[in-house]
């Protein structure tokens, strides 16, 4: 009775590990079961029913193989959906068509009749196929994460010669050709953002109080990402002795891009961002162009882009009421680093020079350290520079401003 208990415990152990069919085995014989969601050349990320997202170091990983789909964006600039990972061992990927079945051995058991032991693992058969379906570039892979780059890619990662492939194989890529690999059995883009909020209240000898609201999201597929965000800051004061009160902050700032990745890493963007700031005397400038840009790095916990390009500038002010337009020039960076799981520092610069005057510009620029508190909340502290080197009347070129907030990721 026990013998056939422990059996049954086996199995069902092994049903339940088996619903998510990808499997990853290590070098000290360890497997893990669930679906591959992204990988790079150094590291893997894999989603496990029990422990969440993992991402692991290739170094670490024997071997391994999915049992559904994948999109696969290589240096070359080519992308390639509906295939599956038949192998992955010593820096190669042996794919197949998603159809053909995997050769490798599974972990669902079977039980000796006569001993009760579990035997070991069988095989699943394969199919031969003779081609691989032509990359479909018009069609948008599913969104990863390029989880790191040739600088961190391990030495060993691709030997002189593939391992033997497997039967079906129809396709065997280095790992130092690939820039990124995703499921292709989820949603075709991935979504980041936030949302924060700061306020300030002072009652007694100073009578005033501060708002500040801000948020950010990102859309990105493997081709093109979509990115925008803004800050809005109000104040006001009461004069002591009186009723009269006075607005002492009052200005809002979006942003927004979108970009096209014609290489793995060059893109062409377009953009543009909204301001407007009462006590500026300013109603409305607005930026839109566009340009080329480059990703220097993008992975799991780095991002630096550069861009540089054409801008036409559109200012109106309250007071004289003026609109003043012209053409301009833009470069910028965009960096955000990671130092931990909880840790995260941005930072964000743009200038726009008059073509026919370099003199008269305007330029943002933004930093940032956000701490987790929990999986989604967060707590962050910002410094925010804009100059105009030709403001209103009675205005200074300079506004610094500094913000406490409290968010929520998602």
């Not at 152990?13 to 290590?26: G, N, T, Y």
């Not at 391990?154 to 995703?182: F, K, Y």
Request: proline fraction near 6%; include cysteine.
């Amino acid at each position: 009775m026990k013998k056939l208990l422990a059996c049954g415990l086996v199995v069902a152990a092994s049903l339940s590990s088996i619903a998510m069919a990808d499997e990853l085995i290590f070098r000290n014989g360890d497997r893990v079961h669930g679906i591959v969601t992204a990988i790079g050349k150094s590291r893997i990320k894999v989603k496990t029913e029990n422990f969440g997202e993992q991402i692991i170091d290739l170094e670490k990983v024997q071997e391994f193989y999915t049992d559904g789909p994948v999109s696969l964006l290589l240096e070359d600039g080519t992308a390639s959906t509906g295939m599956k990972v038949l192998l992955w061992k010593e820096g190669y990927l042996h794919l197949a068509p998603a159809e053909v079945p995997a050769t490798f051995p599974t972990t669902e058991p079977t039980i000796e009749p006569t001993t009760g032991q579990v035997a070991q693992p069988t095989t699943r058969p394969a199919i031969e196929l003779a081609e691989l379906p032509a990359a479909d570039q018009s069609q948008p892979a599913s969104a990863g994460v390029a989880l790191d780059t040739p600088e961190t890619m391990p030495a060993t990662t691709s030997p002189a010669a593939p391992p033997e492939p497997p039967p079906g194989t129809v396709r065997i890529i280095r790992n130092d050709q690939l820039v990124r690999m995703a499921s292709g059995s989820g949603s075709t883009t991935q979504w980041s953002g936030s949302m924060s909020a700061g306020a300030t209240l002072y009652r007694g000898n100073t009578n005033s109080e501060t708002l500040t609201l801000a948020y950010d999201f990102s859309r990105r597929t493997l081709k093109q990402r979509l990115e925008s965000n803004g800050i809005w800051n109000y104040g006001r004061e009461k004069a002591q002795g009186s009723d009269d009160r006075y607005t002492t902050a009052n200005n809002l700032s979006i942003y927004g891009e979108y970009n096209y990745f014609v290489r793995p890493k060059w893109y062409l963007y377009t953009g543009s961002r909204f301001e407007q700031d009462r006590l500026q005397k300013l109603m409305l400038r607005a930026t839109p162009g566009g340009g080329i840009g480059y990703q220097w790095l993008e992975t799991d916990n780095t991002s630096i882009n550069t861009e540089a390009g054409l801008n036409w500038v559109y200012e109106r002010r309250y007071s004289p009421h003026e609109i003043q337009q012209y053409s301009a020039l833009r470069a910028a960076w965009h960096v955000s680093h990671s130092l931990n799981d909880r840790v995260k520092l941005t930072h964000n610069f743009e200038i726009l020079p008059r073509i026919d005057d370099f003199s008269d510009y305007v330029a943002n620029a933004d930093a940032g350290l956000r701490v987790s508190m929990t999986g989604r909340v967060f707590t962050e502290l910002r410094i925010v520079f804009t100059y105009d080197s030709t403001p209103g009347e009675e205005q200074q070129s300079t506004d610094i401003s500094y913000h406490a907030m409290v968010g929520y990721s998602f």
